[in-house]
C-alpha cells in the first residue's frame, strides 16, 4: 500500500498522535467478540476502556465476523504502508507487537496478511528496548500506573494476551541479546509464563526457554543479582513438569 501526497500523513507527524494511533491499532487488533460464558469479560490483552474504546457506538456483540475482520485487515494495510517516496510508516520497533497478535487473530486473510509481514521482517532489530518492551506487555499485560486509576484510565486492568500470541512474543524474546538485559520485565515474563495462573503446559516451556536464553545472554551483573533467584524458580518449574 502506498500513500500519495505529504511523506508522512499529518495524524502521524506528532509523537503523541503516532502513539495515540499505534494503540488503538493494537487493541483493535487484539479485540474478539466476547464469550457467551463471560459476556462482561473483556478480551484477553484489553481492558474494559479498551474494548469499549475499539467497539465504539456499537454493541460489544454488534463488532464481530467480516466487519471485526474488515477492520483488521485495514489496520495491517496502514501499518504495511509507505508513502509515494518509498518511507515506511511504522517500523518494526513500532509494529512488531501488532503484527505478532494479526499472526494469531482467529480469521485466516488477517493471520495469512501478518504472516507474510513477520517473515519480511525476520532481519528486523530485536534488540530495540521499545520493541522488547511492547512484546512483553503482551506476555505481561499492564497495570494502572496510580493507584487512584479508574475505567476511564485505558491501561485498567488490562490483562496479558491470549496463550498463542504470548508464545509468538516469547519466541521473538527469546532471539533478543536486549530482552535478556531487560531487567526486570524478562525475569516477570519468565515467571508468569512459568507460574502464572493461566499458565499452560506450553507456556511454562516458553518460559523456560526464555529463561535459558536469558542466563545465555545477560549481564555478568545481572546474573550475579537475579541469578540463584532465577536458577531456583526454574528448578521448581521443571521439577513440576516432570512429575
Not at 25 to 51: I, K, M, T, V
Not at 62 to 82: H, N, T
Not at 146 to 158: C, L, N, W
Request: glycine share 8%; proline share 6%; charged share 20%.
Amino acid at each position: 500500500m502506498v500513500i500519495e501526497g505529504s511523506p508522512l500523513l499529518p495524524f502521524l507527524v506528532d509523537a503523541a498522535d503516532r502513539k495515540i494511533v499505534l494503540e488503538w491499532l493494537l487493541d483493535l487488533l487484539l479485540y474478539l467478540p466476547p464469550l457467551a460464558s463471560a459476556p462482561h469479560e473483556p478480551p484477553a490483552g484489553l481492558s474494559r476502556a479498551a474494548a469499549k474504546r475499539v467497539c465504539g457506538k456499537l454493541a460489544d456483540h454488534e463488532v464481530r465476523g467480516e466487519l471485526l475482520a474488515a477492520k483488521k485487515r485495514a489496520a495491517l494495510r496502514l501499518l504495511d504502508a509507505s508513502t509515494d517516496d518509498g518511507a515506511i510508516l511504522f517500523g518494526p520497533a513500532e509494529s512488531m507487537a501488532h503484527w505478532v497478535v494479526a499472526a494469531c487473530d482467529g480469521d485466516s486473510g488477517v493471520e495469512r496478511i501478518a504472516d507474510g509481514a513477520l517473515r519480511k521482517r525476520q532481519e528486523a532489530n530485536l534488540d530495540e528496548p521499545s520493541l522488547i518492551d511492547s512484546l512483553l506487555s503482551l506476555v505481561l499485560g499492564a497495570q494502572p500506573t496510580r493507584s487512584t486509576a479508574s475505567e476511564s484510565d485505558p491501561v485498567h486492568g488490562r490483562t496479558a494476551a491470549s496463550t498463542a500470541v504470548r508464545l509468538r512474543a516469547i519466541g521473538l524474546l527469546c532471539r533478543s541479546v536486549g530482552a535478556a538485559n531487560r531487567f526486570p520485565g524478562t525475569i516477570q515474563a519468565i515467571f508468569h509464563s512459568v507460574f502464572g495462573s493461566e499458565t499452560t503446559p506450553k507456556l511454562q516451556l516458553a518460559g523456560l526457554q526464555l529463561g535459558y536464553w536469558t542466563v545465555q545472554h545477560c549481564s555478568t551483573p545481572l546474573l550475579v543479582a537475579a541469578g540463584a533467584h532465577l536458577l531456583a524458580g526454574m528448578l521448581k518449574a521443571c521439577a513440576s513438569i516432570t512429575t
